[in-house]
T-cell receptor
C-alpha cells in the first residue's frame, strides 16, 4: 500500500520565493527520504532524515520530521526556475526491506 | 560512473507478446526494485529483491515476473502484456536496508496496444 502522501499535489510560485511540501505517512519508519524527478526521467535522491532526527539541511533544502504526527516537510528556499520538478517523499519501513513512495508534489517555479 | 541502466528505453508492443525489460547496476548493490509510474498514482512498487535469489512482491505484482540470478541484474518479465500495463517503468537499486539512498534508472516507457 502507498505509504507517503504529499501535500499539496501541485504548487506554483515565483522565482525567489520559498516552496514548502508536506508528506504524511502511516506506519513506523526507519527513515524518510525526498527525491526529485524532472519530467519523465529517473528520480534523484535529495536528502535522507532518520527517525531519530528532527531537522536536516542540505544547501537550500531543509527537511523536518515529526514522528509523533507521522509527517515531514521539505522546504526549498530562494527557489529557482531550475527547481521546477516533481518531488516525492519515500519511507523506509522499520523492517527495512521496502522503500515506498508517495504520489508527489509538482512544483513549478515561474521566472 | 555509478549507474542503473535499463533497456529498452521505449517499447511499443501488442497484447500477449512476451517481453523483458533488462536492468543492471554497477554499484554492487544488494537491493533492487521495479516500480511503475502512472499519472495520479505516483510510483508503485512491482517487485523487489534483497539479494541474489531473494525476491518479493511489491504493491502491484500481478502480471509481472522477476528473477535475480546475478547481483547486478534484475530483469522484469511480462509474460502476456495487456494494455493496462502501459506505463513508465523504473528500475532502482540501493546498497541495502537501514538508510541508503536509492538510485534510479532512466525509465522504460512501455505501450501495449
Amino acid at each position: 500500500s502507498q505509504q507517503g502522501e504529499e501535500d499539496p499535489q501541485a504548487l506554483s510560485i515565483q522565482e525567489g520565493e520559498n516552496a514548502t511540501m508536506n508528506c504524511s505517512y502511516k506506519t513506523s519508519i526507519n527513515n524518510l527520504q525526498w527525491y526529485r524527478q524532472n519530467s519523465g526521467r529517473g528520480l534523484v535522491h535529495l536528502i535522507l532524515i532518520r527517525s531519530n532526527e528532527r531537522e536536516k539541511h542540505s544547501g537550500r533544502l531543509r527537511v523536518t520530521l515529526d514522528t509523533s504526527k507521522k509527517s515531514s516537510s521539505l522546504l526549498i528556499t530562494a527557489s529557482r526556475a531550475a527547481d521546477t520538478a516533481s518531488y516525492f517523499c519515500a519511507t523506509e519501513e522499520t523492517s527495512g526491506s521496502r522503500l515506498t513512495f508517495g504520489e508527489g508534489t509538482q512544483l513549478t517555479v515561474n521566472p | 560512473e555509478a549507474q542503473v541502466t535499463q533497456n529498452p528505453r521505449y517499447l511499443i508492443t501488442v497484447t500477449g507478446k512476451k517481453l523483458t525489460v533488462t536492468c543492471s547496476q554497477n554499484m554492487n548493490h544488494e537491493y533492487m526494485s521495479w516500480y511503475r509510474q502512472d499519472p495520479g498514482l505516483g510510483l508503485r512498487q512491482i517487485y523487489y529483491s534483497m539479494n541474489v535469489e531473494v525476491t518479493d512482491k511489491g504493491d502491484v505484482p500481478e502480471g509481472y515476473k522477476v528473477s535475480r540470478k546475478e547481483k547486478r541484474n534484475f530483469p522484469l518479465i511480462l509474460e502476456s502484456p495487456s494494455p493496462n500495463q502501459t506505463s513508465l517503468y523504473f528500475c532502482a537499486s540501493r546498497r541495502g536496508a537501514g538508510g541508503f539512498e536509492q538510485y534510479f534508472g532512466p525509465g522504460t516507457r512501455l505501450t501495449v496496444t
